[in-house]
Antibody, heavy 120, light 109 residues
């Protein structure tokens, strides 16, 4: 059974930093792309960042470029999101998602999310 | 900035059929955008229904189908059930620029 478990969320002051983790199990983590998607309270989904299977290619939404860094440790089956220079508008539930990109694009499995609140 | 547009809200009667659409500000949506469709109910994580325009997940009910319609990606729900009331989001792929979600459609049954 595929499982994605996010952690690391919490209350952080504006300008602060936070690192989210997503522990994966139930599939061969090192062979799949992974993504972070967020949802501000009462708002829609926003794609944040994606990383390819070997961690060498990453891309970011303009809203987080230069502040957030996605990474992965395939030996630990864990995805990360380092978030720096946090702003109030970064307040959201952050989901990690497994992405099948073998001839398709399929965001097939999602975690339950971790809440990040940026506030003084 | 690329914008993906969905109907903000739609209402359908039980047993009816409804089509949700997903348009791109860059032009017609085609298969190279690999449209994904997600269902989200209150307090829950999104659940993928459709990927790569028409493909269903193993858990996707048969009454859900994906297509391209008039330059947009489309999600059609047939024989709508009360449990289909939810928010629905589309996602489009823009190559090196990543992905963009639509604003979501609130479906009322």
């Amino acid at each position: 059974e595929v499982q994605l478990l996010e952690s690391g969320g919490g209350l952080i002051q504006p300008g602060g930093s936070l690192r989210l983790s997503c522990a994966a199990s139930g599939f061969n983590f090192r062979t799949y792309d992974m993504s972070w998607v967020r949802q501000a309270p009462g708002k829609g989904l926003e794609w944040v960042s994606s990383i390819n299977d070997n961690g060498r290619i990453a891309n970011y939404a303009d809203s987080v470029k230069g502040r957030f860094t996605i990474s992965r440790d395939n030996s630990k089956s864990t995805l990360y999101l380092q978030m720096n220079s946090l702003r109030a508008e970064d307040t959201a539930v952050y989901y990690c998602a497994k992405v099948d990109t073998a001839m398709v694009i399929n965001f097939d499995y999602w975690g339950q999310g971790t809440l990040v609140t940026v506030s003084s | 900035q690329t914008v993906v547009t969905q109907e903000p809200s739609l209402t359908v009667s039980p047993g009816g059929t409804v089509t949700l659409t997903c348009a791109s500000s860059t032009g017609a949506v085609t298969n190279v955008y690999f449209p994904n469709w997600f269902q989200q109910k209150p307090g829950q994580a999104p659940r993928t229904l459709i990927y790569s325009t028409t493909e269903k997940q193993s858990w996707t009910p048969a009454r859900f189908s994906g297509s391209l319609l008039g330059g947009k990606a489309a999600l059609t729900l047939s024989d709508v059930q009360p449990e289909d009331e939810a928010d629905y989001y589309c996602l489009l792929y823009y190559g090196g620029a990543g992905y963009v979600f639509g604003g979501g459609t609130k479906l009322t049954v």
